[in-house]
T-cell receptor, first 111, second 113 residues
């Protein structure tokens, strides 16, 4: 069974631009969560989607948004990028009450 | 509200020595507890989890953890460290009525040859 796939693995963007990250969950997993990981703040929860609906949201500005498609694939978008948005963005999928399975992440660098 | 505290952001052990990584949590309802490991530029890999039942949980790569409700702890141990154990370790909690995982700040494990 394929794991969680995140694309792209690496991104370099300029301040003010926007970016879209993609996550394909494990087959059969309908819950997809996003996390931002930085050296200073650790792992911070962004949002969770289940059956195309946002079920939970962390404490991030509105520039961070996401969506989920009918095949459970998810995208997150960050608009008007800031230097502080540089981070490893991790996606995780889950089925039921089980553990979260993580992708390898997308390393975003904002210059 | 739920939170996780990992004592010691950096831990160094000699190869072959006991590994002990500490995790304390706060939760107003019975928690599910997890330990994840992260290698450089990789995602998180599940080591072990506690949901219900036996409080001593065995995971992959020889790791185990014990859920102690009275101490609100879920410390991770391994009897004998291996060089390949060098990584970042995260403790996480999720309540059984919720969906969000709360992570500790991580402990970086260094194994000295």
């Amino acid at each position: 069974k394929a794991g969680v796939t995140q694309t792209p693995r690496y991104l370099i963007k300029t301040r003010g631009q926007q970016v879209t990250l993609s996550c394909s969950p494990i087959s059969g997993h309908r819950s997809v969560s996003w996390y931002q990981q930085t050296p200073g703040q650790g792992l911070q929860f962004l949002f969770e989607y289940f059956s195309e609906t946002q079920r939970n949201k962390g404490n991030f500005p509105g520039r961070f948004s996401g969506r989920q498609f009918s095949n459970s694939r998810s995208e997150m978008n960050v608009s008007t990028l800031e230097l502080g948005d540089s981070a490893l963005y991790l996606c995780a999928s889950r089925v039921g009450q089980g553990e979260a399975f993580f992708g390898q992440g997308t390393r975003l660098t904002v210059v | 509200a739920q939170s996780v505290t990992q004592l010691g952001s950096h831990v160094s052990v000699s190869e072959g020595a006991l590994v002990l990584l500490r995790c304390n949590y706060s939760s107003s309802v019975p928690p599910y507890l997890f330990w994840y490991v992260q290698y450089p530029n990789q995602g998180l890999q599940l080591l072990l989890k506690y949901t219900t039942g036996a409080t001593l949980v065995k995971g992959i790569n020889g790791f185990e953890a014990e859920f102690k409700k009275s101490e609100t702890s879920f410390h991770l141990t391994k009897p004998s460290a291996h060089m390949s154990d060098a990584a970042e370790y995260f403790c996480a909690v999720r309540v059984n009525t919720g969906n969000q995982f709360y992570f500790g700040t991580g402990t970086s494990l260094t194994v000295i040859p």
